[in-house]
């Protein structure tokens, strides 16, 4: 009899301590300003990019998704300048123009898509843009990267070195 009160008791604590843990975990609902909705609309883009970079050969599907993809950063870079420049901010105003410049030259590499390299290229142009996001929210002192890449917390933060020249062959399989 006790023994079943006591499992009964347990079972009850547990399930009200589950609750407190879950409702802990709930995510926190903050308004979002303007700029967030768009930055999560980029990313959203370039991680599509950034999942398949790494193939050896991209499916006229893949080609499809890196255009797609650059396209929509090319569009919404776009707004950013317009929209949230910063005048004051000489930097900041390079770095989206080279997010810009960067989305541009990837949408282009679709466009030969049959041509010798043009994969290499396409892997180049993921990580020339990347480079650009990671140098402008580290400019900003913007630290998302380790939420976006859970996991990943130990790896040098993107941006930080130089990227070496691209290779048109022998392309290492991390990329
Ligand atoms: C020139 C500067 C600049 C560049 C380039 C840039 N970002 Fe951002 N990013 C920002 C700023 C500023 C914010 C903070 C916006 C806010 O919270 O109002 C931000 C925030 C974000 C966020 C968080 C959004 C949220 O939900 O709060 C993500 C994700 C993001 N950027 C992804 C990217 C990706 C991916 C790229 C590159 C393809 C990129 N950003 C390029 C300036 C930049």
Not at 3 to 24: N, P, Q
Not at 33 to 51: F, G, H
Not at 80 to 97: A, H, M
Request: proline residues 5%; charged residues 30%.
């Amino acid at each position: 009899m006790l023994k079943r009160v006591f499992l009964a008791g347990l079972i009850v604590g547990i399930c009200g301590l589950m609750s407190t843990v879950f409702a802990e975990e709930a995510p926190k609902k903050e308004e979002k300003s303007e700029l967030a909705k768009i930055m999560s609309e980029i990313d959203k883009s370039y991680k599509a990019a950034e999942q398949i970079s790494g193939y050896y050969k991209y499916s006229s599907n893949d080609w499809n998704i890196i255009a797609e993809s650059s396209a929509k950063i090319v569009e919404l870079a776009k707004i950013v300048i317009g929209k949230f420049s910063r005048p004051d901010d000489k930097k900041y105003q390079d770095l989206n123009k080279s997010m810009l410049t960067e989305a541009e030259k990837m949408l282009e590499v679709t466009t030969r898509k049959d041509e010798k390299g043009a994969l290499e290229d396409a892997q180049w142009q993921v990580r020339r843009l990347r480079q650009t996001c990671a140098v402008c929210h580290k400019h900003l002192g913007i630290h998302i990267y380790p939420n976006l890449y859970p996991g990943k917390k130990e790896e040098t933060q993107p941006g930080h070195e130089e990227i070496p020249e691209p290779k048109t062959t022998n392309t290492p399989k991390d990329w």
